[in-house]
């Protein structure tokens, strides 16, 4: 029935909407048999560029493919490709049912096959209920029915979770895996890296319109350094020795630990004895991938507010713990919200910025300078920030890491 | 394209909009032509009075005089299958319905051709509604001296059908563009019982004699039916004449027809197929700049 691979080509693709540039030089392959997430926070892009491959926005420049073809040029479009889109309606007085036996005749399926995707999303009991009474996540379920109707080979999901249960998210979850370990495409965007982690293979991670990451989840996990914590009898004569030995991710923690990056357990513990300074206690951490999120969504502010004096994330001046905050920053350039606020470059150690993307990335203009761009100040390598000791007691620091390991 | 068409079928079904203007369509035209029809001789008083008539000597009270009752209350039912039209296509837009349409149909154009085509078709029923009703009430309410015979009464019929299906086209074109039904409604509301109405009055008397009002929408598509109306009246009326051998004063003639028309509710109005052509351009030129709107607008 399917005549082609399910690939899905986004290349150099761009939108401006009047002023503003909503996508700006995207490009990313979806193969088959994976899941795909498609990452990034409030604004990025997402929408934009799930319309646009589905045909639904003219780029200003660029373009996508499903099939090898633009989206416009597939024949019977709904039995390649599914999608639910953010904010699909449905007419408010149609009953589920009725709703998608529009789309069965229009694609020249058997009516029944209405009844079966509304069994398949647990819809059957409100089959006969009009749309505009069902609540948000029913909404969604019957936007999900609609895009599996013509049992399609590429899935098209943009926040599909928005308003389902813990149940629907863990059936969507299971179903959209055996989806794709069929052979078949799934592209899901979120602005939750936790919420589709176990779901996806390979991430594309966008900020502003603009790639900050795309390869596979497991590559971004393994580019995450492991921060060793330490608990030594004398933290300044063990920091003494590990700058000795040559070690430079240094950190002393308020409680007397000590927090050492781009080195391993081993290493530490020989300098240690060889300075004979006891060890009471050795823990690995390892951030997780929403650190790592935050940080690649966030990176781009550094390369987007250079030259504003006191704005620099690490400026010393700034408090170490408070967001980097530019006046005139546009608003869906904003993650602090959700961000543990010890997520900040000055006190995220491990991942050199340079660590993962840069391989991956297609070798394009514009994303590059935010993976590679002047490299944020004390982001890793600079001394303990100023003033990290006394503003950050205890809890605040493990925020983001402690017991993720 | 069938299956398109059938899923535009469906869209309609599935509501209760089509019944809901079908009833209101049915009431305004019987009540329309029972009340013209009752008032039909204030109607015709005017034209009675033309030179031509008294000159060839004719029966006026056994002209087909009802048929102003059928033309009046089709063209003022029009109002509903444009309501019908302009729905069509600006709710989907607004509503964002149209988006599951566009991601299912092979292109833009495929499915706004099944569109027009499904809407032409209920414009079609509405039309039949429109006519039927409206010969109801002209039947009750006119004295049966005045009726018109069965094959003008048809000639009407399928005047008022043509005219249902353009209106309906013209109301989904204009959707089309606007994209928000209140708008589209109110704006074509507003031309259609006021703006076009009053306008092609003050023309009409301006421009004497003058085609301007007839090239309006509003005033092309009344002159569908309308000038058809005309045109019985005057071809019974020439039968007369040239039955009683008497010159025929071609001018006198062409003042009872402009007469005529504005007793049919379309004043001004070209004769009945240059108002259908007009109208039929009207009616292809809004709905093919929806169409263009449409084809590249981005559905955001
Ligand atoms: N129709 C439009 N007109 C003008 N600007 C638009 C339009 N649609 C999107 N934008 C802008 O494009 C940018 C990207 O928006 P988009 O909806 O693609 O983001 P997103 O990643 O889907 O965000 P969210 O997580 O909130 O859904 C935003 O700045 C948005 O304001
Ligand atoms: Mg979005």
């Known amino acids: 029935m399917h005549d082609s691979s399910g690939r899905i080509t986004v290349q150099n693709l761009s939108k401006t909407f009047g002023q503003i540039p909503a996508v700006q030089n995207l490009s990313f392959t979806v193969e088959p048999g994976s899941v795909t997430g498609f990452l990034g926070p409030n604004g990025a892009g997402k929408t934009t560029t799930l319309r646009m491959l589905l045909g639904l926005v003219q780029p200003t420049a660029g373009g996508t493919t499903i ?6 040029q597939l024949t019977n479009p709904g039995r390649v490709v599914g999608a639910v889109l953010e904010a699909q309606s449905f007419h408010p007085k149609r009953t589920a049912r009725n709703h998608l036996r529009v789309y069965t005749a229009a694609m020249g399926l058997p009516d029944r096959r209405a009844d079966e995707v509304l069994g398949l999303v647990g819809l059957a009991e409100a089959a006969h209920r009009a749309a505009g009474g069902f609540s948000m996540g029913m909404k969604q379920r019957l936007a999900l029915a609609t895009a599996l109707l013509g049992d399609p080979q590429v899935l098209v999901l943009d926040e599909p979770t928005n308003g389902l249960d813990p149940e629907g998210i863990a059936w969507l979850r299971t179903f959209l895996r055996s989806f794709a370990s069929g052979g078949r495409t799934v592209l899901i965007s979120s602005h939750l890296l936790a919420e589709v982690e176990q779901t996806i293979d390979q991430v594309v991670i966008i900020s502003r319109g603009q790639t900050m990451y795309y390869g596979q989840l497991d590559d971004l996990r393994k580019s995450q350094q492991t921060r060793i914590i330490v608990q030594p009898a004398d933290a300044g004569a063990l920091v003494t020795a590990l700058q000795e030995g040559g070690i ?13 990056t781009g080195s391993s357990v081993q290493q530490i513990g020989d300098i ?7 060890l009471y206690g050795v823990q690995e951490e390892k951030a997780d991938l929403e650190q790592l999120f935050f940080r690649l969504t966030s990176g781009q502010y550094v390369g987007q507010l250079p030259g504003v004096p006191g704005q620099q994330p690490a400026t010393p001046g700034q408090q170490p713990g408070m967001p980097p905050q530019a006046p005139g920053m546009p608003p869906q350039a904003m993650p ?21 993307p840069p391989q991956q990335q297609p070798p394009a203009g514009p994303p590059q300078p935010y993976q590679q761009g002047p490299p944020p100040p004390g982001y890793q390598q600079g001394p303990p920030p100023p003033g990290y000791d006394q503003q950050q007691p205890g809890h605040g620091q493990h925020g983001g890491w402690g017991g993720q390991a | 394209m069938g299956n398109l068409i059938k899923a535009e079928f469906r869209k309609v079904l599935t509501t209760k909009l089509w019944w809901g203007l079908l009833i209101p369509t049915f009431v305004l035209s019987f009540a329309w032509s029972l009340g013209v029809g009752a008032l039909i001789d204030d109607v015709s008083s005017n034209v009675a009075d033309e030179p031509i008539l008294r000159q060839v000597g004719l029966n006026t009270s056994e002209l087909p005089w009802a048929i102003f009752a059928l033309t009046r209350s089709i063209n003022i039912a029009m109002i509903f299958p444009m309501i019908f039209g302009a729905l069509g296509l600006a709710t989907e837009l607004h509503r964002k319905t149209i988006t599951t349409s566009f991601l299912t149909a092979s292109s833009r154009s495929a499915l706004l051709t099944a569109k027009a085509i499904t809407y032409a078709l209920w414009g079609a029923i509405f039309g039949l509604v429109i006519t039927l009703s409206a010969s109801l009430g002209t039947v009750l309410a006119a004295d049966s001296s005045i009726l018109p015979g069965f094959g003008d009464w048809l000639l009407i019929v399928l005047a008022g059908l043509i005219a249902a299906v353009l209106w309906t086209l013209l109301g989904l074109g204009v959707g089309a563009l606007i994209g928000a039904p209140v708008g589209t409604l109110v704006l074509l509301l507003i031309y259609a019982l006021i703006i076009g109405p009053i306008a092609e009055l003050v023309i009409t008397g301006i421009s004497e004699g003058g085609i301007w009002a007839g090239l309006m929408p509003n005033g092309a598509g009344n002159g569908l039916t309308g000038s058809t109306a005309g045109q019985v009246i005057v071809d019974t009326v020439r039968t007369a004449i040239e039955n009683a051998n008497v010159m025929v004063n071609e001018s006198a003639v062409d003042a009872l027809e402009v007469a005529l028309r504005i007793a049919a509710g379309a004043p001004g109005a070209m004769v009945w197929w240059a108002s259908g052509l007009v109208f039929l351009a009207w009616s292809l030129a809004l709905f093919g700049a929806g169409m263009l709107r449409n084809q590249k607008r981005d559905i955001t």
């Not at chain 1, 430079?248 to 050492?260: F, L, N, Q, S």
């Not at chain 1, 010890?342 to 660590?355: D, E, V, W, Y």
């Open chain 1, 67 to 72: 099939n090898g073809r633009p989206f416009n």
């Open chain 1, 248 to 260: 430079t991710g240094i950190e002393p923690t308020p409680d007397g630990k000590v927090a050492v």
């Open chain 1, 272 to 278: 240690a004895a060889k300075a004979s300074i006891a």
């Open chain 1, 336 to 356: 602090p919200q959700g961000m543990p606020p010890q997520g900040m470059p000055p006190q995220a150690p491990g991942t050199p910025p340079q660590g993962y």
